[in-house]
């Protein structure tokens, strides 16, 4: 008997560590999001995709407030990429500095929920690396190209061509900087996509208000293109009749003429 008593005694323990190892602050810590940034020399790009869930009339504050704390720097340097609203909510792409995703997410998520989140990287080594080998490789050219215009012996014919081949090398070095520029910021910052939702219940409602808010207009909508598409078989009807009736016609003459 006090054998039993021990192992149920052991199991209450064991139960309550794994209790407490659950523990709604923990999950709370769990559930954060924080910026990332490439370390030990990695080159890599982040991005982050969170789902924002909160009542219907929070939505458009939300959005909002978000904007605006992204155009106005207040966590860091920030650009908004792309905006889209809509009656169920709407989606903010932007980019900001590593530092400045946890403060913006939980600013954007004041009086809602953070539901799913996706976070990857890309490697931009081998891209980062590839261009600065054609940059050197431009470089070495050019300088090659400016020793052989300060010659003294070159002739007005070539130092034509020297001057197109410059100039076009100029061209591809100001378009790669352009390239370096853009892989640079994609380092320095992060990329983030805030889907704002309303929450399951009101989600629903929304949905079966759109529903019957849109019956009428489906209704029209429907009927108008079964007549539109009835429309184009009316005229193969209107010809295939003559054609049932002479068929007929001819049938009864033939059956009339059988003895």
Not at 97 to 107: A, D, H, R, Y
Not at 123 to 129: G, M, S
Request: contains cysteine; hydrophobic residues 45%; charged residues 25%.
């Amino acid at each position: 008997m006090r054998h039993l008593e021990g192992r149920f005694t052991a199991l209450l323990l064991l139960t309550g560590l794994l209790l407490g190892g659950c523990s709604p602050k923990e999950y709370s810590e769990a559930t954060a999001i924080s910026g990332e940034q490439g370390r030990a020399g990695a080159l890599l790009a982040y991005e982050h995709e969170l789902s924002l869930a909160m009542p219907v009339a929070l939505l458009a504050l939300r959005m909002q407030a978000t904007r605006q704390a992204c155009e106005s720097a207040q966590f860091g340097a920030c650009n908004i990429l792309r905006i889209e609203e809509n009656s169920d909510g709407g989606m903010i792409v932007l980019r900001i500095v590593p530092n400045g995703v946890e403060p913006l997410v939980s600013m954007a998520a004041e009086g809602g929920q953070l539901g799913q989140r996706i976070t990857s990287a890309e490697d931009l080594a081998d891209a980062v690396a590839d261009v600065r080998r054609r940059q050197e490789r431009l470089q070495a050219q050019q300088k090659r190209l400016d020793e052989l215009a300060a010659r003294k012996d070159i002739t007005v014919g070539d130092l034509i061509t020297l001057s197109k081949e410059q100039a076009a090398i100029e061209n591809e070095l100001q378009e790669l900087a352009q390239i370096a520029a853009g892989q640079q910021r994609r380092l320095d910052t992060n990329r983030v996509t805030l889907n704002f939702q309303p929450s399951d219940g009101e989600h629903q409602q929304s949905r079966f208000a759109r529903m019957f808010g849109n019956l009428g207009d489906n209704l029209v909508d429907g009927t108008a293109d079964a007549l539109e598409r009835s429309s184009y078989v009316l005229p193969f009807v209107i010809l295939a009749f003559p054609v049932l009736w002479l068929w007929v016609w001819l049938w009864r003459k033939l059956v009339k003429r059988r003895p």
